[in-house]
């Protein structure tokens, strides 16, 4: 099976781990601060702070920035449904705001739309920009936007480490920035998440909601508020140490790869099938989702590239679609967010594979979109 996607692990990942199993030292120890460190260096910002997950991470920002009951949050409505889930779990409203058809992310227009159209009792207080897929939110024109209605900024970067907008890395134009390190992602330490912030502060609450509300000293400990448990292990970390120098490669390679569906895939284009993503040069490529022609059946087509032996996917969720955000519905209509969550495909895509992959996926896709079903002999 050619799965949708594989993580890079090789044998000095394994090499770090056993060291640290070794160590006695699981938790707390010099592997999370060198990694934080190494995070601060790569990321360009004051801290870097390590968490149990990508949504541990956006949950603790916005408890850190004191959103909560009462509060209204500006989030797209075609997303990985822990952007929302994150807001309603504070006991904020989410406002659910329409993408872009091609590059999935917000866009300064739809945010506008959102907030003169909101009538609600909550005042709007944050904004959680998704970076989706690695392609950068317009962030130079979102950010004035977002000021101008006195909002806190939160970046969902979850699937957009090593994504640059005019040089500045997806994440760190904003408050605070989150990041995940699932195995789906292109940098993972099996589970785990960052949260980045310049402002000191800040990243001291942080700090302090990530474990326990524990103040160290030298004559004991002390709990200065309720607080979570949200730590990533040192065996965590140590992975995450080995990883990191290899990110700038691995994006390369997703360029190339991306570089290589895209010209496989045109003839397709041309053929009126499908629609591919926005090409952005800073675009980090976690995931590669095209858009099927409305009126393709795509269970049917994710069952059948399944059997010829290639794993696809939907892309990211449309949330008002969901059972748990039923009760939510955006205005004005999000069309291109449900347009796209019906419609979304998913390709295998990693760093590990070129040209030869592409042509696997492109001829199958090719076979079985031009093959009307009647025809098929099974
Ligand atoms: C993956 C992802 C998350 C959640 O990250 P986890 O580490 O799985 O908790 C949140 N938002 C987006 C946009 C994601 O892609």
Redesign the pocket.
Known sequence: MLRLSTPSIDESVIEAVNAVLRSGQLVYGAQGQRFEAMLQDFLGVRHAIVVS??????HLALVALGIGPGDAVLIPNF??P??GNVVRLVGAHPVLVDVDPSTYCVTPDSVAAAIDAWRGPQPLRAFIP?H?FGHPADMRALLPLARYHGLKIVE?A??AIGATEHGKACGTHGDIG?W???P??TLTTG???IISTDDDALAAKLRLLRNHGMVRQPQGIRFDEPGYNLRLTDIQSAMGLVQLPHLPHWIDQRRSLAAHYRQALAPMVSAGLMALPANHPGHSW?TFMVVLRADIDRATLICDLAEEGVETNLG?QCLSMQPAFEDIQPLPATVHASSLYRHGLALPFCESYGPQQVALVTNLLNRLLLAPKTQKTT
């Open positions: 997950s990508g949504t541990a991470a956006l997303t990985f822990a952007t998704v989706e969902d979850a699937c989150c995940s390190l699932h789906r992602k589970e785990g998440g976690q990211a």
